[in-house]
């Protein structure tokens, strides 16, 4: 597990280290530019040329300290300063005359377009930046994008917002980004991550109880976290200690998404799992899935049967309610009666998220919701673009509010509580396919039903479902990937 700080986050890390525990801040900045100079030696040669351009702040200090120690290294190296001189920063002054006491070269701007440096390396703002970059600023940000060199980032692409991954008006798309201490937010969320190229994360030496003073760091997974995070499998386990799984829906129309449903969740794990379903969906549904058992949720007369409703929250040790229950008047009736009547845990997706409201949803903190941003623009009452932009502050408000655990789906998959935030990194574009969310939403229910903690199942069914989805297309292709396919990729990743 990683953490991911948004820019007031790294301005605590950075304080604290230096205000509270007395680290020097130009110790610092030195040894962030030892780590920066650490991955240039080690991925381009002496005489390749570099050019650092380096803004104003703190961020331009460390491009200043790299290139001084570049060239006692024996590389040819320059720097291009943009901005006024006078508002430098304290640590960054102190860089600059560094610098000149030991010859590094100051180039104009125009040297970004020299044939006489190969590499260019960004570092004009850090992850502070909360306004839109114009002026001379964005003049060098157009050369360096249009230069066709190697481009380095120093700590995040200047003009991407560290919170969100927003491009301030034009941002550096970079090659590779050497971050500091810690992986950033705008790194990981979409567009910042197209232009953050391949991330390297530096200790830069911020000590323990640094860390631990930031209060609600975002995290995400790598594969090295799999064995802790899936359920466990008890060796004298059977189908009951593994639990069971009910999944509501499925009109006479769509039988497909809960048929998704229940096999992701026999797939992750589930002991047994329940399908409850409209009456004439029977025989397709367990052709397709024949472990399955099957109970119909409406009566002869076609209107809801609330006894035997009654028996499938009875059977179940976590609900699934509303892949493919459809919107019509029975299905609304169905929506009502489980979540007055479920005290399990419950993962709502699909219709039963446009069936419910915001205020049924209050305090019901063993819920999850699955929504994708036109869902959760229903839920919230907020536009789909606002949600999109700030998925995150979308999420953690939603969560806090109502006290139900929320799976904001997009390209970066947001999972929080109102205050745990998990953001998903696995996964690819092969995965905006129909029924991709269906199995999502079954593989959360079979790791719930093994007694995985609410959040901790959907953080890990998110992380999961990506890496099926990536095991699929680095296999074979994103075109081709489908729900299905997802479904068999998990036994790879499992």
Known sequence: MRYLFTSGQSKQLDDHAINIIGFPGLVLMEKAAMTLVSVLMERESRDSGILIVCGSGNNGGDGLAA??????????????????????????????????????????????????????????????????????????????????????AVDIPSGINGDDGRVMNVAVKADVTV?????????????????????????????????????????????????????????????????????????????????????????????????????????????????????????????????????????????????????????????????????????????????????????????ILTPHPKEFSVLSHQEISYIKEHLGEAVREFAADTGCILVGKDARTIVGNGSRQYVNVSGNSGMGTGGSGDVLTGIIAGFAAQGKPLFDAAAAGVYVHGLAGDFYSETYNPYSLTASALIDSLKNIL
């Open 179 to 367: 971050t500091f201490g810690v992986n950033k937010l705008g790194l990981v969320l979409y567009p910042g991550c197209q232009y953050a190229g391949e991330i390297i994360i530096g200790d830069i030496g911020y000590p323990r109880t640094s860390y631990e003073a930031v209060e609600n760091p975002v995290f995400y997974f790598e594969p090295e976290d799999l064995p802790a995070i899936l359920p466990e499998r008890a060796p004298d386990g059977h189908k009951g200690s593994f639990g069971h799984v009910a999944v509501i829906g499925g009109s006479s129309k769509m039988s497909g998404a809960v048929l998704l449903s229940a096999k992701a969740a026999y797939a992750s794990g589930a002991g047994l799992v329940m399908i409850c379903s409209a009456r004439a969906n029977r025989d397709l549904l367990l052709a397709g899935c024949p472990e399955a058992m099957f109970e119909a949720y409406e009566g002869d007369d076609g209107e809801p049967d609330f006894l035997a409703l009654e028996r499938v929250l009875t059977f179940a040790d976590t609900v699934v309610l509303g892949p493919g229950l459809g919107r019509e008047e029975k299905a609304k009736k169905i929506t009502a009666y489980v979540l007055k009547n479920c005290d399990k845990p419950m993962i709502l997706d699909g219709d039963a998220l446009v069936l419910c409201s915001r205020e049924e949803l209050k305090g019901r903190n063993s819920i």
């Open 67 to 152: 290139a001084r120690m570049l060239q006692q290294h024996g590389f040819r190296t320059a720097v291009v300063l943009v901005g006024d001189p006078e508002r430098m920063t304290p640590d960054a002054r102190k860089q600059l005359a560094l610098a000149a006491a030991c010859d590094v070269p100051v180039q104009s701007e125009e040297a970004v377009g020299s044939p006489f440096y190969s590499v260019l390396v960004d570092s004009l703002f850090g992850v502070g930046l909360s306004r839109d970059i114009g002026g001379v600023y964005e003049k060098v940000i157009q050369d360096i994008n249009a230069s066709g060199k190697k481009i380095y």
